[in-house]
């Protein structure tokens, strides 16, 4: 893991682009779902908001097509009387305050010294996640020590709370990247999630890491020969040791 104060070279415009998935790639859980309980848990009417929508948004997060509803509809249960993205940010940012502690034991060290080494080695970085960006983004700077460009999932007010509005998953990974300026090819792709694969299809050279044991077989099938498949410390992942 990088230390506080470190330095890396600016990265070029020419230089290779790297992507990185957050959950399960670089941090060890969904990030989006622990904040999202810990939103919905902060007061009791919001825990039983949670519950009284769950039958309907539970099973909408399973079906790529209704995903971001689903998972919008948890995000309102604990934001609710919030109006602003800015709110949500500032919970956020207390959120990776409050939990400095849990956070850090769920970055994965390997991962990190993957990120580090790119960093080092002077290559565009970025991270595209389809929780919202501010989270993957407090998290890195707070906890990690590294301030890296975070592309996610848009939020903003719905319903006298704040939702998600645009998901960054799936093809929409690619259009959000592209949309916030990291164009040309992309030389190395990192995830552990089936539904990446149009970036790691879009990849020079795409890496899976921490599959479900269940999906090795389809990057096998979907990706290149060779294709790296890589557990970066998920036991109950699927990959090589690596």
């Not at 790297?18 to 989006?32: E, Q």
């Not at 792709?189 to 890496?207: G, H, Q």
């Not at 269940?214 to 970066?232: A, C």
């Amino acid at each position: 893991m990088s230390v506080a104060g470190t330095r890396y070279p600016a990265a070029r415009a020419e230089a290779p682009l790297v992507v990185f998935d957050f959950d399960h790639t670089l941090y060890d859980g969904d990030s989006g779902g622990d904040l999202f309980a810990w939103l919905v848990r902060r007061t009791w009417w919001r825990t039983a908001l949670a519950l009284l929508i769950a039958p309907i948004a539970a099973p909408m997060i399973a079906f790529l097509p209704t995903r971001r509803r689903g998972i919008g509809a948890f995000v309102w249960a604990g934001t609710v009387g919030f109006h602003r993205r800015r709110d949500l940010d500032e919970l956020i940012d207390r959120y990776v305050l409050l939990h400095d502690a849990q956070i850090r034991e769920r970055l994965l060290p390997v991962a990190l010294d993957v990120l580090h080494r790119h960093r080092e080695a002077g290559d565009r970085v970025v991270i595209a996640t389809g929780a919202p960006p501010e989270l993957a983004r407090a998290i890195l700077t707070f906890v990690a020590h590294e301030d890296v460009p975070v592309v996610g999932t848009k939020v903003g007010p719905r319903l006298f709370g704040v939702m998600a509005t645009r998901h960054c998953h799936h093809e929409m990974k690619m259009t959000m990247l592209r949309e916030a300026g990291f164009t040309g090819d992309v030389a190395i792709a990192y995830s552990d999630s089936s539904a990446d694969m149009p970036l790691l299809k879009t990849a020079k050279r795409p890496v899976v890491v921490n599959p479900k044991p269940d999906k090795v077989d389809t990057f096998r099938r979907e990706l290149p020969p060779g294709t790296p498949i890589l557990n970066w410390g998920i036991p109950s992942r699927g990959g090589e040791p690596g």
